[in-house]
T-cell receptor, first 114, second 113 residues
Framework: NAGVMQNPRHLVRRRGQEARLRCSPM?????VYWYRQLPEEGLKFMVY????????ESGMPKERFSAEFPKEGPSILRIQQVVRGDSAAYFC????????????FGPGTRLLVL | GQQLNQSPQSMFIQEGEDVSMNCTSS?????WLWYKQDPGEGPVLLIA?????ELTSNGRLTAQFGITRKDSFLNISASIPSDVGIYFC?????????????FGKGTHLIIQP
């Protein structure tokens, strides 16, 4: 029973490039959440999605960041025109419908912007 | 916004000792969760708490959801080397707030030989 899957695990980009991070939720989970973690910090909520819908993006930066969870395929977190401050670990979590507060995390994508 | 204060920030203990850490919040949560994160990995769910006053165990781990719904603690009994890592508390808002979890800054557990 596979857990939450994320890829790539590590991503290096130069300033101005685009970063695409992918997340496949646990089987049977229809809720996906994205978080960002800076070194020595806890995780910060970014966005919550269900299939084809963004439910809550209150933690998402207003510019350059976008997220989607299409009907088919993984959820994508997209960062356009990356800057050095975007360097962080990005984690995806999923939860079942009946217990949305219980979130299971993937291994994360470490983004390094040069 | 919501804040979670997690303490202690770090703990240096001997193998076999018991460990206790806690979290307090400035607002009420309806779910408390405890996670462990190893270097280079994602947080792993240890214990989930859903009701005020609830006390739940998972092996050597025990966690409680405070009666006021503003705090939680995690205890680890008879620590072993593989308990080393960073422990995070997280809470889920009880009202119409964000759907994401609010995390503490973590407790670094270091076991001295």
């Amino acid at each position: 029973n596979a857990g939450v899957m994320q890829n790539p695990r590590h991503l290096v980009r130069r300033r101005g490039q685009e970063a695409r991070l992918r997340c496949s939720p646990m089987k049977g989970h229809s809720h996906v959440y994205w978080y960002r973690q800076l070194p020595e910090e806890g995780l910060k909520f970014m966005v919550y999605l269900q299939k084809e819908n963004i439910i809550d993006e209150s933690g998402m930066p207003k510019e350059r960041f976008s997220a989607e969870f299409p009907k088919e395929g993984p959820s994508i977190l997209r960062i356009q025109q990356v800057v050095r401050g975007d360097s962080a670990a990005y984690f995806c979590a999923s939860s079942p419908q009946e217990k949305r507060g219980t979130q299971y995390f993937g291994p994360g994508t470490r983004l390094l912007v040069l | 916004g919501q804040q979670l204060n997690q303490s202690p920030q770090s703990m240096f203990i001997q193998e076999g000792e018991d460990v206790s850490m806690n979290c307090t919040s400035s607002s009420i949560f309806n779910t408390w969760l405890w996670y462990k994160q190893d270097p280079g990995e994602g947080p792993v769910l240890l214990i989930a708490l859903y009701k005020a006053g609830e006390l739940t165990s998972n092996g050597r781990l025990t966690a409680q959801f405070g009666i006021t719904r503003k705090d939680s603690f995690l205890n680890i009994s008879a620590s072993i080397p593989s308990d080393v890592g960073i422990y995070f508390c997280a809470g889920k808002d009880s009202g119409g707030g964000a759907d994401g979890l609010t995390f503490g800054k973590g407790t670094h557990l270091i076991i001295q030989p």
